[in-house]
């Protein structure tokens, strides 16, 4: 494909610029060998033998040519390439610097030490596929990916993080990334199985892997299958690419256009415009070019001529001139902004560069004599650590490209990974973490409390039989609502405290499963305002028991301020203003799902971030009042005479309130992921447990199985026995 020459471009260009610097690599001249895999494995081996040994027989471990020194290879761009190079370049110890975005771990243990990557891999990628569709709410998507390894292991990776997030794939499909025309048979079936699901696919949202032989065969199969694509509402999609593939077409199919692909959303890897590169585009002429054989073939595709042939008659329109010029090229054929690969492989031979200097000045320095190249072996190379700080640069000032932050640039590749003495590391990212051996990223697993691990069942089954026992409690309650028991502490305000137990029990299931958005803004502010709602009740009850003594004094005040208003206007507004705080907390600073990739090395945590640390302990500090007033009003009144009075009862279950969100801070902040929301989810259930266990036990305990002593009689029998 003639869009990329450009990375053969981007490689003689840097070393071009790297020659012409004798600073840098003083009495060293750096050359360069192309070869074509032809996407073919057998020719990729055949190349990479020819590389290693100049003379046509191929004799392993022999040495034919000492004039040709082999420091390092840069390639390919797909992972069967790279891998099938680093079969033969590994076992000679040989740096193979890929240029190409793909997993990493696809080999595993088989991958070569001398094997490294300069691209991201695919972890970021996928993250940030998740996080698009996330964002955008695209739940419902198709799923594209080449008919190999690589694309196995997308989608291998791939579905299990889909589905951890809610998002559900519609349709997977399986493109082949090589032509194949032996038949119609095989036309029609793959016409059959490609071409009708995803025309027939009601999802709008398709996610592409793969290489750009990939994207070619879909455009392909899309042409043939429906030929007035152009008019086909159908087709028009929302496209998500992964960063190898390349909007690229081959000199046959100049006519066609990417319009069904209008708009899609493609994944890059980094890239730079770096000063000279476009003045070196426009000067590249074929007849300037000696040395280059892949030259002529780019020029006769990309422009559709011809050189002349004496033994050919050919039309004088049809003949290439050599003056054409690159920018007149459509985007499809050729780019004349530097791609993401191209400058990956610029920053690889860069890579190399400093090793070989950073080697030469060692060894020069140590023996005190100029070390010959020809003593360099390419294994050497690999234990040299890329320096990019300007004070220990081996270039000047005023002599160093315009590009040299390799720090930032070379942060994905793994020269100097392999030794252990090193004063300078790279960094993995924030969703990755490095292995036992330092020499490597591994990917950080997601990690949230969900409704499927034995801690999240657990939890969930125990409110769940809190619910049930609460809804039991409250139809005892409704049953025997006109006996003595139930009148004699305020029935409405009994019937409130039992519904708002209940909602405070199930409202621990929000804290269980993945953080969403809507379970994040509900489940801190629906907790608090229930919470406030019970305590209120509590207090209600407590402040009806000592304004009811006190108004049996003569001439007592307080008679007028019995009633079922003094209650009511206790819940009310106790509750009203919890309710204030936790709206100005969701109008100012609302909590939002978030990842912590920092707290825990090896898991990303999927967590609620509450938006406002300070709204939320002012939320917990309300409670906490509310709490504390309801426990001093309730021991002051715990003994006071009355049949049923409540107080008692409500002085444990305050205790017990307190006790557990005293200690709740404490452990709340020393908690991480999981534990952090396993705690709140245990302080709402026992809390609520304690409330519902020592107000309203002893009460069911009377109205089931002492109903004897649930009548009017008995109450001013015991009545007349508390005066005495």
């Known amino acids: 494909m003639t869009k990329f020459h450009q990375h053969i471009l981007a490689l003689v260009f840097a070393v071009k610029e790297i020659n012409k610097t004798p600073t840098f690599l003083p009495n060293i001249t750096l050359g360069f060998h192309i070869y074509d895999s032809c996407f073919d494995m057998k020719m990729t081996y055949r190349t990479t033998l020819g590389l290693l040994y100049k003379l046509h027989r191929y004799l392993p471990n022999y040495e034919c040519d000492a004039h040709k020194n082999l420091i390092a290879v840069i390639g390919g761009l797909s992972s069967d390439v790279s891998y099938h190079i680093s079969d033969i370049l590994g076992l000679n110890k040989i740096p193979q610097l890929a240029y190409g975005s793909f997993a990493p771990e696809e080999r595993g243990a088989k991958q070569s030490p001398s094997f490294y990557h300069m691209a991201p891999d695919e972890a970021q990628q996928n993250i940030g596929i998740i996080r698009l569709l996330l964002h955008f709410q695209w739940t419902w998507v198709g799923l594209f990916a080449g008919n190999d390894d690589s694309g196995e292991h997308f989608l291998k990776m791939m579905e299990p993080l889909l589905s951890h997030n809610g998002i559900c794939s519609a349709l997977i499909l399986k493109i082949p990334s090589k032509p194949n025309w032996d038949g119609m048979d095989y036309l029609t079936d793959t016409f059959l199985n490609m071409y009708l699901p995803f025309r027939d696919s009601k999802a709008n949202t398709f996610i592409l892997y793969g290489d750009s032989m990939v994207l070619i065969m879909l455009a392909t199969f899309i042409v043939l299958g429906n030929p007035s694509y152009k008019e086909d509402v159908s087709l028009r999609k929302v496209w998500i690419m992964t960063p190898q593939i390349d909007f690229a077409l081959t000199s ?394 409540e107080a008692k009862f409500i002085t444990f279950s305050m205790l017990i309130f307190c006790s557990v969100w005293v200690s709740f801070v404490p452990t709340y902040l020393s908690s991480k992921g999981k534990s952090m929301v396993a705690v709140e989810i245990f302080s709402i259930l026992v809390s609520s447990a304690g409330l519902l266990g020592c107000i309203f036990s002893p009460k069911c305990y009377i109205i089931v199985l002492r109903p004897e002593l649930n009548n009017r009689e008995e109450l001013i029998r015991r009545k007349q026995q508390l005066g005495n």
């Not at 206007?569 to 009203?576: A, G, M, P, T």
């Open 252 to 645: 046959l199919q100049r006519g066609w256009d990417f319009e069904f692909f209008h708009g899609a959303i493609s994944f890059t890897i980094h890239s730079n415009e770096l000063h000279g590169f476009q003045n070196f585009l426009q000067n590249v002429k074929p007849y300037n070019e000696q040395g280059n054989g892949f030259l002529k073939t780019f020029w006769e595709q990309a422009f559709d001529c011809f050189y002349a042939n004496p033994q050919e008659p050919m039309a004088i329109n049809e003949t290439c001139t050599g003056e054409e010029r690159l920018e007149s090229l459509p985007r499809s054929l050729f780019e004349m902004s530097m791609t993401g690969h191209s400058y990956t492989i610029y920053n690889a031979v860069y890579a190399m560069a400093h090793a070989i200097h950073v080697l030469y000045s060692i060894r020069t320095k140590d023996s005190g004599k100029i070390m010959k190249l020809q003593d360099l072996q390419p294994w050497q190379a690999e234990s040299i650590e890329i320096e990019s700080d300007k004070d220990r640069s081996p270039m000047p000032e005023s002599e160093r490209p315009k590009v040299r932050n390799l720090s930032s640039d070379l942060q994905w590749g793994a020269v100097g990974a392999s030794t252990r003495d090193i004063d300078d590391c790279i960094k993995c990212c924030s969703e990755e973490y490095p292995n036992k051996d330092k020499d490597g990223c591994i990917s950080k697993t997601l990690s949230f409390l969900s409704f499927e691990e034995p801690l999240g069942i657990s939890l969930a089954s125990i409110a769940v039989c809190f619910s049930l026992i609460t809804t039991t409690v409250l139809g005892i309650f409704i049953k025997h609502k006109d006996t003595p028991i139930v009148k004699a502490n305020n029935r409405d305000i009994t019937y409130i405290l039992l519904l708002s137990l209940l909602f405070c029990f199930l409202s621990s299931l929000l804290f269980l499963g993945q953080p969403r958005k809507v379970t994040c803004l509900l489940r801190q502010s629906a907790f608090s305002i229930i919470f406030s709602v019970a305590i209120s009740c509590v207090l209600a009850k407590t402040i009806t028991v000592v304004a009811a003594f006190m108004a049996t004094k003569p001439m007592s005040c307080m008679r007028k301020w019995m009633g079922k208003w003094l209650a009511n206007s206790v819940i009310l507004s106790c509750s009203l203003i919890q309710a204030g705080i936790s709206m100005v907390w969701l109008a100012t600073s609302p909590p939002f799902p978030d990842l912590d990739t920092v707290s825990l090395t090896k898991m990303i945590i999927l967590e609620c971030n509450e938006g406002s640390v300070l709204m939320f302990y002012i939320v917990l500090g309300y409670m906490g009042l509310l709490s504390i007033i309801s426990l001093t009003v309730a021991f002051l009144a715990r003994k006071l005479p009355d049949s049923f009075n």
